[in-house]
């Protein structure tokens, strides 16, 4: 008969851990059109007018405005993609992540 208390002994549960969560934060700045803030929202976040245009005037009104909530490699991926579209159009937009 098979000796079965090695195997029951090796057996390990593993559980997945859930990935930090990171907001993207929009910058205001007195440079920066809000029609270049909605366009990258759409470009760049895939959000359609109506939220673009919300999330652009947080960021016009309150100083900065939360575009999203990514994984960590996500949200700085965005945030690489925001700035450079902003240096090819010479603006100064600003983007950057806070842990959630």
Known sequence: MPDTSFNQQTKQKTQTKKPKMYK?????????????????????????????????????????????????????TKVKEVEQLAREREFPLKASIEEE
Do not use: S
């Open 24 to 76: 993207v934060v929009l910058h205001n700045d007195d440079y920066t059109t809000m029609d270049f803030v909605v366009e990258v929202l759409i470009i760049v976040f895939h959000k359609n007018v109506a939220d673009a245009t919300k999330i652009m005037l947080d960021v016009h009104k309150k100083g900065k405005g939360i575009v999203g909530v990514y994984t960590q490699d996500i949200a700085i």
